[in-house]
Structures are given as C-alpha cells and as structure tokens.
C-alpha cells in the first residue's frame, strides 16, 4: 500500500530529519509513503557535488545531504516527490537501483505526458528533459533496501 501525503511548502533539512527518521523506524508492516511538497529555496548537495559547482548562491543556503547526484535546487512552483519504498530484492538479495531510477523518470515522463508536455530521457545523465533543458532532477538514496530523497520537476 501506497500512502500519499500532500505535505505543502515545508523547509528542506526538518523534511530530511523526518525522511531519515521515517526510513530508520519502519518495519516489514509500514506502508510506503510518497510525500509531495514544495521547499523554500534551497540548494542541496548530493555526494557527487562540490560547492564550487554553485557559482552565486547569493543568500540561498546550501545543505550538504546523503542521496546520489550532485546539485539541486528546490524552491517554489517545484514539485518534490519523495518516494519512501521498499525495494524488491532480485540477483541473490540485490536492489536494481538504476532501475528504480529509470522507473522515477519514467513515472514523471509519464506524467508530464498527461498535461501535453513532450519530455524524455538524455543519454547519459540522470533525469529528465524536454528538448535540451532539464524539467526534473532524481537523486535517490537506498539504505536497507529502503529509498530516500526523488525527484524535483521544474512546474
């Protein structure tokens, strides 16, 4: 089962704390949850980021944080779609994690299609695109066969 949670505009790091604190507390029996929200502005720093790829944050803070990727930037009219799933175990108890990212462009690809917007995938990288311009970023974390963090589409 599948629990939607519309969460509103809510800061990035108190939403992190309480992913984090969400994953780390399940059991076999706790639904999965897709939280759905916007963040102030804020940029975030996957672990393939470095600082210096933020040119001029200006007053926007940057929080350092433990999903794949590099930077992101959230802020208003962005939708943010955290998935907190389980994911099935295949290949003698492994995770496909690039397949589950491939399904989260696919989910948004899918998506974007219902409202006319023409997007798809750039070979190569990680999200997804219209033309040559970035409409959704995904940065995953898995831990414990549990994922964390997803996708931000530019609305």
């Known amino acids: 089962m599948l629990i939607i949670k519309p969460l509103g505009t809510v800061d990035y790091q108190p939403t992190w704390e309480a992913m984090r604190k969400f994953t780390d507390t399940r059991t076999a029996e706790t639904s999965d949850e897709l939280w759905l929200l916007e963040h102030p502005p804020v940029f975030t720093l996957g672990q393939a980021g470095k600082p210096e790829h933020i040119l001029d944050a200006g007053t926007i803070p940057l929080v350092k944080t433990d999903r794949g990727g590099q930077v992101t930037y959230h802020g208003p009219g962005q939708l943010v779609g955290y998935p907190i799933v389980s994911l099935p175990e295949w290949r003698g108890g492994q995770r496909d994690v690039v397949a589950y990212v491939r399904a989260l462009?696919?989910?948004?690809?899918?998506?974007?299609?219902?409202?006319?917007?023409?997007?798809?995938?750039?070979?190569?990288?990680?999200?997804?695109?219209?033309g040559d311009a970035k409409i959704a970023a995904i940065g995953v974390r898995v831990a414990r066969g549990r994922t964390q963090h997803g996708f931000a589409i530019n609305v």
């Open 105 to 130: 462009e696919t989910v948004v690809i899918d998506s974007l299609a219902t409202v006319g917007i023409d997007a798809g995938r750039s070979e190569g990288y990680t999200g997804v695109w219209v």
